[in-house]
Structures are given as structure tokens and as C-alpha cells.
Nanobody, 126 residues
């Protein structure tokens, strides 16, 4: 069982930056593929970014590519999402997720993830 707790969300003006964190429990974090997803009101949950176990590979949704960086600190069991040049359309609840079975590949589909955090709200004002 893996527990994930996100933090770092908030209200920011368009063009601003936020760094989301996701603290994971357990000693096997390093072996999990990890990802960030988001869900805006009235919309389905969508993929944002993913990172492979051990952090060698990353992958981004086209909508955030160039503005977002996913990273992980395996010594701290923590996943990060650095978001720059934020836009109002980035407003959503952001979730981190763990995909133990996907390793060593990157997982981009919600169905590949077994564990989810409770989410953190990101609101970008225009």
C-alpha cells in the first residue's frame, strides 16, 4: 500500500509559477513509475506528466510541454511538478499517482495507476 499526499497548490496570477510536491510513504517509492494528472470542473481527469522509476525518463502532455517539469527525489520519497508560465486553463485539481506495475516504463493512462493522492487545487487567475 502506498499513500500519497500532495501539497503546494494555490492561487496564482497568469504567468506565475507553482511547485507541487507529492510525499509518498513506503520504502519502494524508487521502483514506482509516477505521474501527475489534473481534473478541471466538468472535465475528465487528464494526464499532465510522468516520470519513470529511478527518474531516467520523463514525458509530458502537449498542453504543458515546455512549461512544466516533473522530477523526483528518491531519497526523500517525493515527487515534484514545477509549473511555470501558468495559464487560466491550467486551473484544476492536481493529483499525483503511483504505478508500481508500469516500471520500468512510463505510464500515461489513468488505468495504469494504482495509487492516488487526494489532490491539490491550482487556480490561475487572468
Amino acid at each position: 500500500q502506498v499513500q500519497l499526499v500532495e501539497s503546494g497548490g494555490g492561487l496564482v496570477q497568469a504567468g506565475g509559477s507553482l511547485r507541487l510536491s507529492c510525499a509518498a510513504s513506503g520504502r519502494t517509492f524508487i521502483r514506482y513509475a509516477m505521474g501527475w494528472f489534473r481534473q478541471a470542473p466538468g472535465k475528465e481527469r487528464e494526464f499532465v506528466a510522468a516520470i519513470s522509476a529511478y527518474g531516467a525518463n520523463t514525458y509530458y502532455a502537449e498542453s504543458v510541454k515546455g512549461r512544466v517539469t516533473i522530477s523526483r527525489d528518491n531519497a526523500k520519497n517525493t515527487l515534484y511538478l514545477q509549473m511555470n508560465s501558468l495559464k487560466p486553463e491550467d486551473t484544476a485539481v492536481y493529483y499525483c499517482a503511483a504505478a508500481p506495475k508500469a516500471a520500468p516504463k512510463i505510464a500515461t493512462m489513468t488505468s495504469e495507476y494504482d495509487y492516488w493522492g487526494q489532490g491539490t487545487q491550482v487556480t490561475v487567475s487572468s
